[in-house]
C-alpha cells in the first residue's frame, strides 16, 4: 500500500506562553489543551487562545491525559498529576530512561515515542512494563490515537511530519507534510477533526486540520 501524502494544514498558531520558550509535550482534556513548556504544563483554550492554568512540573518531553489524571514525562520518569490541585500522585519509570518524546492514552495503556530510538512503546500505567513495541522509520516526536488510528509525529533533519501508521506493524499509512521549518514536538488529537501539535523551540502550539474520511 502507497502512503497518502498530504500538506498540512495548520488552522491556528497559539503561544509562545508566558515563561516558556519551547513546547515538548501536547494534550487534550476535552476542553482545554495543555502544553508542556518544560518548567510548567500551561492549559489554554483552544477557542479564545487565553491560559487558564498552569502547573509547576518538570515537563522536558510529551505529556497525555487519561479522563481524570495528566501523565508527564519528566527526564527518566512519567508522573501521574492531578490537574485540580498540581499534586504527583505516581511516578513510573519512563521506557526510555530518559530518551522518551511524544505520549498518549489509549486502551488503558500509555504510549509512549523513543525519540531516536525510533519505536513506540505500549506500557502499564501502573508499573511502566512494556506491553508491545511499534517500530517506526523516523524520529518520534509525538503519539496520538483517534478513531482508532495511530499517528504519531515525526522531526528529522529539520523536516516534519504527522503521520499514521499501521499499529501492527509500523508501515506508513498516510502523512502530512509540515511546511519547510515547521516542527512537530508533542502531538494530540481533539478528538474531532484537528491535531494539536507542539512547536518546539518557536514556543507554539498549532492546530492542523486532520483529513477527513470518505
Given at each position: 500500500?502507497n502512503?497518502?501524502?498530504?500538506?498540512?494544514e495548520i488552522?491556528?498558531?497559539?503561544?509562545?506562553?508566558?515563561?516558556g520558550?519551547?513546547?515538548?509535550g501536547?494534550?487534550?482534556?476535552?476542553?482545554r489543551v495543555?502544553?508542556?513548556?518544560?518548567?510548567?504544563?500551561v492549559a489554554f483554550?483552544?477557542a479564545s487562545?487565553?491560559?487558564?492554568?498552569?502547573?509547576?512540573?518538570?515537563?522536558?518531553?510529551?505529556?497525555?491525559?487519561?479522563?481524570?489524571y495528566?501523565?508527564?514525562?519528566?527526564?527518566?520518569?512519567i508522573?501521574?498529576i492531578?490537574?485540580?490541585?498540581?499534586?504527583?500522585?505516581?511516578?513510573?519509570p519512563?521506557?526510555?530512561?530518559?530518551?522518551d518524546?511524544?505520549?498518549a492514552?489509549?486502551?488503558g495503556?500509555?504510549?509512549v515515542g523513543?525519540?531516536?530510538?525510533r519505536?513506540?512503546?505500549?506500557?502499564?500505567?501502573a508499573?511502566?512494563?512494556?506491553q508491545?513495541?511499534?517500530e517506526?522509520?523516523?524520529?518520534?516526536?509525538g503519539?496520538?490515537?483517534v478513531?482508532?488510528?495511530l499517528?504519531?509525529?515525526?522531526?528529522?533533519d529539520d523536516?516534519?511530519?504527522?503521520r499514521?501508521?499501521d499499529?501492527a506493524?509500523?508501515?506508513?499509512?498516510?502523512?502530512?507534510q509540515?511546511?519547510?521549518?515547521?516542527n512537530v514536538?508533542?502531538?494530540e488529537?481533539d478528538?474531532a477533526?484537528l491535531?494539536?501539535?507542539?512547536?518546539?523551540?518557536?514556543?507554539?502550539?498549532?492546530?492542523?486540520?486532520?483529513?477527513k474520511?470518505?
Open positions: 500500500m502512503t497518502v501524502i498530504h500538506p498540512a488552522v491556528r498558531e497559539y503561544g509562545p506562553f508566558e515563561g520558550k519551547s513546547v515538548a501536547v494534550t487534550h482534556d476535552g476542553r495543555w502544553a508542556a513548556t518544560g518548567a510548567a504544563l483554550d483552544p487562545g487565553e491560559a487558564q492554568q498552569r502547573i509547576e512540573r518538570p515537563c522536558d518531553a510529551g505529556t497525555a491525559f487519561d479522563g481524570r495528566l501523565w508527564q514525562l519528566a527526564e527518566a520518569r508522573d501521574k492531578d490537574p485540580a490541585t498540581g499534586s504527583v500522585v505516581a511516578s513510573i519512563a521506557p526510555g530512561q530518559g530518551g518524546s511524544g505520549m492514552w489509549a486502551e495503556s500509555l504510549w523513543q525519540h531516536r530510538g519505536k513506540i512503546h505500549q506500557i502499564d500505567p508499573t511502566g512494563a512494556i508491545r513495541t511499534i517506526s522509520n523516523r524520529f518520534v516526536t503519539v496520538t490515537w478513531d482508532g488510528e499517528w504519531h509525529g515525526t522531526w528529522e523536516a516534519s511530519e504527522i499514521r501508521i499499529p506493524d509500523g508501515r506508513v499509512l498516510e502523512s502530512l509540515m511546511p519547510a521549518g515547521t514536538s508533542g502531538l488529537s478528538g477533526d491535531f494539536y501539535a507542539g512547536g518546539g523551540g518557536a514556543g507554539k502550539v498549532r492546530a492542523v486540520r486532520r483529513p474520511r470518505a
